[in-house]
């Protein structure tokens, strides 16, 4: 297998934070933490030479609630470590893969989105809910269809992958190989299980069926009581097709007047009621802006510590140093399809059908974004790579495919400070907590600016959640949970700031991949840009872009670049969307017809006027709340980077987002 020690190494941290148990070999997570640098490079040559093979989970059984027993699998800690690097290695071909329709383990989504997605179906009445279980899901997957789906996803880990789900489950001392099923408990299963009816989800959105599934937990809405038949004849019979069959008690189709639970969820007479919140747990949850437990005291060394300055007194100038604060070069953007980017004598030349469009000295660019069928010649590649300029792919539409830049840019002491915070339960979701507040304030600030002008109930609405949700979050106690309040604020968060986009504009809830209307479109070519700008000023400083604490460390993902967008979300990206819109900067021919997957994109015309107003919109001034200057906000995004440095190394306690005023 084609693996390095890293992601190993990764793998391995991510699986010290679960369960201490052991597998059949004895060995639990502490006795292998001893001994652990010993046990990557044995397991990492074993995997090099093909000699790995993953030995049988120990099984037990659970009781569950109604008096039944559940089969639970606990793979062995070197089987875990190679489950959770599989599991990330098919994060993003699964998550091209899946529909918007599925909730269950899958990052970022949850129980909440799951049932706010049903209520927005299940609001407008009269409405007959189809609810359903698949019994022994997870007993009956059949394997040929799984590894099936496995080489259509990714071929070069499907075999990885079955060898995980066919090793066996060890009971008492009894080993037995079933044929079909996933074992509960392995990492892999929840993913696998979503695989596998990722077909049946795809046939029931064709048929025009408005689903919504979490896990093995089925919901539909239909119009009428002969409707909800049909619907669940035909799921019946394509879930027969997949040898899985539904729970007849758990099975039933409720009239319009009739209330029932989905996910702990109560639907009746088209409202949604809210399971009450989990109990606070003594010592796992902390306000935001408490002082964390105090870090042991480091050499007096540091990097340049630009947010642990104190706010100016108000009788000095708030005026920046222009030593330290000007903005540097420029983004160099190629939208031209076709076009050639070369170097001669030190300048970066831009041609389109032979003909020079534009050049600029190597001296002034700091960044170079290709949309489309760019290409750059083997000068510009050296030279870019030479001074450190990176380059990043994007779709013509402004999707994100990769970047060009020198290995190893990441610092060897933030990388160890990194790795260890990274183990820190308590650091991971304080910083966290930190994170999805800042998002969820700034998303309210900018939905009661928007308001002022063009007032809506939707908008009113979301304010009024947001602010409920802020005052909640304490009561988050993992990561989660955190997550399912994150995602919650968003879907109350977009249907009101959709509300307030002029009127062919507006549109109730966030879709990407593709984006389905103009907005959603914008939205999702500003966060690439978003991202981006925040991923350069994390690798330019010296930190490893995957560690972050929201979203999990995962290869293929940059979790601290997510991290840090969340914060900029609304107040840079969508409020300049809002503007783009509600000015009529853009029209609605602007945008190109529907492909044949529903996708809405900019046509390259209006992408170059996108673009060139996203630049200014970087170069505008406001205030950083922390230093107290005024900045651009590309500036303060590196302001902001610094900041979680700080955080990171111990110089200030907790990590300070930026946080717009209410004013």
């Given at each position: ?230 619907v669940l004849s035909d799921i019946e019979t394509w879930l027969k097709q997949l040898y899985l069959a539904l729970q007849p008690e758990k099975t039933h189709i409720f009239a319009p007047d ?40 480091r050499p007096p060394s540091r990097p340049p510590r630009a947010c642990s300055l104190k706010p100016p007194v108000p009788q000095r100038s708030t005026a920046p140093p222009a030593h330290y ?24 030349q831009v041609f389109f059908q032979n003909q020079l469009q534009m050049q600029v000295p190597v001296n002034r660019v700091t960044h170079i974004v290709l949309f489309g069928c760019c290409n ?288």
């Open positions: 297998m084609d693996i390095n020690q890293y992601q190993l190494r990764a793998a391995w941290q991510q699986v010290k934070r679960g369960s201490r148990m052991a597998g059949v070999d004895g060995i639990t997570v502490d006795w292998f933490a001893s001994i652990y640098r010993d046990k990557l490079q044995q397991l990492h040559q074993q995997l090099r030479n093909d000699s790995y093979f993953p030995l049988p989970a120990k099984g037990f059984f659970l009781r569950k609630n109604n008096g039944g027993k559940r089969l639970v699998g606990i793979s062995t800690v070197r089987d875990r470590i190679v489950q959770r690097w599989l599991l990330g290695e098919l994060y993003l071909p699964l998550e091209d893969c899946f529909l918007d329709c599925s909730y269950a383990y899958r990052p970022g989504r949850g129980i909440q989105q799951s049932a706010w997605h049903y209520f927005e179906l299940y609001q407008t009445q009269p409405t007959w809910t189809v609810k359903a279980d698949i019994a022994q899901f997870f007993d009956h997957l059949c394997h040929g269809i799984l590894r099936t789906a496995l080489d259509n996803l990714d071929g070069d880990c499907a075999e990885a992958v079955m060898q995980q789900v066919e090793a066996g489950i060890s009971i008492e001392g009894i080993l037995t190989r079933p044929t079909q099923g996933v074992v509960q408990g392995n990492i892999l299963s929840g993913a696998l299980a979503n695989l596998y009816l990722t077909e049946f989800d795809r046939r029931c959105i064709e048929s025009g069926y408005r689903l919504v599934r979490y896990g093995d937990d089925l919901v539909l809405a239909c119009d009428s009581l002969p409707e909800a038949d049909r009739e209330p029932f639970t989905f996910l702990s969820y109560r639907f009746e007479d088209g409202t949604l009621t809210e399971p009450p919140p989990p109990q606070l747990k003594h010592g796992l949850a902390r306000p935001y802006g408490a002082t964390p437990k105090r870090r042991p005291a604060f000007a903005e540097p070069m420029t983004t160099l953007y190629v939208t031209d399809q076709g076009a050639y980017l070369k170097v001669k004598h030190y300048q970066f750059l010649s083997h000068g510009a590649v050296r030279l870019a790579l030479t001074r450190g300029i990176s380059v990043t792919y994007l779709s013509n539409q402004g999707r994100y495919f990769g970047r060009l830049n020198r290995q190893g840019t990441a610092k060897v002491e933030y990388l160890a400070r990194q790795v260890e915070r990274a183990a820190d339960g308590d650091f991971v979701r304080t910083q966290a907590e930190a994170i999805v507040r800042a998002k969820l304030h700034n998303s309210r600030v900018l939905l009661l600016r928007l308001n002022r002008r063009r007032r809506t109930l939707e908008a009113m609405k979301a304010i009024e959640q947001l602010e409920k949700l802020l005052d909640n979050l304490p009561l988050a106690d993992s990561i989660e949970a955190l997550l399912g309040y994150e995602g919650k604020g968003a879907s109350v968060y977009f249907r009101g700031f959709g509300s307030l986009l002029k009127e062919q504009f507006q549109f109730e809830k966030r879709n990407k991949r593709p984006p389905k209307d103009p907005a959603n479109s914008l939205m999702s070519l500003g966060y690439t840009l978003l991202s981006y700008n925040v991923y350069a000023f994390v690798e330019a400083i010296g930190l490893h872009p995957h560690f972050g604490n929201l979203h999990v460390t995962l290869d293929h993902r940059p979790g601290l670049v997510c991290d840090l967008m969340e914060e900029f979300r609304s107040p840079l990206v969508d409020s300049f969307v809002a503007f783009l819109v509600n000015s009529s900067v853009l029209q609605l021919d602007d945008f190109t017809p529907p492909d044949d997957r529903g996708g809405v994109y900019l046509h390259p015309d209006a992408r170059r006027k996108f673009v060139k107003h996203w630049e200014d919109k970087l170069q505008t001034e406001m205030t950083h709340l922390t230093t107290g200057y005024r900045v651009t906000y590309r500036r303060c995004i590196e302001l902001q980077v610094r900041e979680y440095l700080a955080c990171l190394l111990g110089d200030v306690e907790a990590y300070r987002p930026m946080l717009r005023p209410l004013t």
